[in-house]
């Protein structure tokens, strides 16, 4: 998984551009409302999603695999502390946090890992913070096609792996995280013309 994203950002650079997604721009809000600043942004790519919580003022701290996609965050200057290394081996600091933004990342991940990037997040979380999962829907899986690996789990050609959430699985993986709203988002495909939304999940948990 590690290749395939470095050949990515290596080869494509800033390829979905810098419009954020709409689940960002809900988050954005969410955030604001509950006056949350500090911010953890797993999987935060070359930060599309992470500019628009920048350029308000959070501070933001992001963890990212690929190296070119940090320096390209960098080049962009999106100046802000990005740790580079898997999701799998989280924590990378001691820190809390008060809010956690994770866009298009969780589903990349088996379920015993998915588990593991779960757990951290919530452990990394600060009493009365907000963590914000998107995650892509069993309702869009018809439109990718590959090796079936699970009941609703494909690996595309490119060797991802991607786990189409419903809604029962949602609440099984998010249970012990004390989910406050799950809704369903067609994500818009901003950097294409004509391209199908993306239909996904965005779960809220909240760290009593
Ligand atoms: C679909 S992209 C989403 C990027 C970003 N969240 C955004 O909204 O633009 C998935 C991101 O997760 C990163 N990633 C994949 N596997 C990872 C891992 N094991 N640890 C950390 N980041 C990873 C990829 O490099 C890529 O930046």
């Not at 590690?2 to 990515?8: G, V």
């Not at 790519?45 to 320096?71: L, V």
């Not at 600060?126 to 869009?140: A, E, I, P, R, T």
Request: proline content about 2%; hydrophobic content about 40%.
């Amino acid at each position: 998984m590690n290749a395939f994203w470095e050949n990515l950002f290596t080869e494509q650079g800033t390829l979905w551009d810098f419009h954020p997604s709409d689940s960002a721009l809900i988050a954005l809000e969410l955030f604001r409302k509950n006056n949350l600043n500090k911010i953890l942004i797993p999987g935060v790519g070359y930060g599309r999603n992470a500019k628009p919580f920048y350029d308000a003022g959070f501070e933001n701290t992001g963890i990212e695999i690929s190296k070119a996609a940090i320096h390209l965050a960098k080049e962009n200057q999106l100046d802000f502390k990005i740790h580079h290394g898997s999701l799998t081996d989280m924590p990378f600091d001691n820190d809390f946090y008060e809010a956690i933004f994770c866009y298009a990342t969780l589903h990349l991940f088996n379920k015993q890992d998915r588990q593991h990037i779960l757990k951290n997040c919530f452990n990394q979380l600060q009493k009365n913070g907000l963590m914000f999962f998107n995650v892509v829907s069993v309702d869009s899986m018809i439109n990718f096609s590959g090796e079936k690996t699970g009941e609703n789990s494909i690996k595309l050609k490119n060797s991802l792996d991607v786990n189409f959430y419903n809604l029962n699985e949602i609440e099984s993986e998010f249970k012990s995280y004390n989910i406050i709203k799950i809704s369903k988002i067609a994500e818009p495909i901003k950097h294409m013309k004509n391209q199908q939304a993306l239909q996904c999940f965005n779960v809220i948990c909240q760290k009593n």
